[in-house]
């Protein structure tokens, strides 16, 4: 079964600053990875997918992701992040099933 | 588009009993999977029904059960509730259970044990 580390417990940072989340994966063959986002009183959502191809992936509301096969790593990210991003960010991981890592809180000063 | 509900929305139940979670699917979708999330974890897969049959477990004891009924909606019961058990408990539907299906997740059960 696969697991998924998560870097970061919390991040805080202000408006506009960029964001990048790191999620690691452990080795188990083909592999398809999310990220999915909790925002506040909210039901889990997804941002982005990869299954193949372009390792880049583009999501909603501006938020990216790179797949990095050799580092078994799909890290999160977003150029310009706004105050309405604050929420708990997952990434996860799918063989037979969708293992979640531990979950980033991110928080958004405006 | 119905999205994914669950009921109840909050739950308490004493250390012994037996509980009944309950999750209608999005319209559409044939497969429906539970998970179990403890404060400040990621969620955890307990398992997975597809077209009324189990489709794969996570490490949980067997006195988590479930169905899948006919029109695709589901039940989680847990038997000899303990301290443990209290948790945020996520239903996700999505289409087909394949391992490139996303899942569209419902706003949970919070059950307390006491």
Do not use: M
Not at chain 1, 36 to 45: C, D, K, R, S, T
Not at chain 1, 53 to 79: C, H, Q, T
Not at chain 2, 97 to 112: E, I, M, Q, V, Y
């Amino acid at each position: 079964a696969q697991s998924v580390s998560q870097h970061n417990h919390h991040v805080i940072l202000s408006e506009a600053a960029s964001l990048e989340l790191g999620c690691n994966y452990s080795y188990g063959g083909t592999v398809n990875l999310f990220w999915y986002v909790q925002y506040p009183g909210q039901h889990l959502q997804l941002l982005l997918k990869y299954f193949s191809g372009d390792p880049l992936v583009k999501g909603i509301k501006g938020f990216e992701a790179e797949f990095i096969k050799s580092k078994f790593s799909f890290n999160l990210r977003k150029p310009s992040v706004q105050w309405s991003d604050t929420a708990e960010y997952f990434c996860a991981v799918n063989d037979y099933k969708l293992s979640f890592g531990a979950g980033t809180t991110v928080t958004v000063r405006a | 588009e119905t999205g994914v509900t669950q009921s109840p929305t909050h739950l308490i139940k004493t250390r012994g009993q037996q509980v009944t979670l309950r999750c209608s699917s999005q319209s559409g979708h044939n497969t429906v999977s539970w998970y179990q999330q403890a404060l400040g974890q990621g969620p955890q897969f307990i398992f997975q029904y597809y077209r009324e049959e189990e489709n794969g477990r996570g490490n949980f004891p067997p006195r988590f059960s479930g169905l899948q009924f006919p029109n695709y909606s589901s039940e989680l019961n847990v038997n000899a509730l303990e301290l443990d058990d209290s948790a945020l408990y996520l239903c996700a539907s999505s289409i087909g259970r394949g391992a490139n299906s996303p899942l569209h997740f419902g706003n949970g059960t919070r059950l307390t044990v006491t």
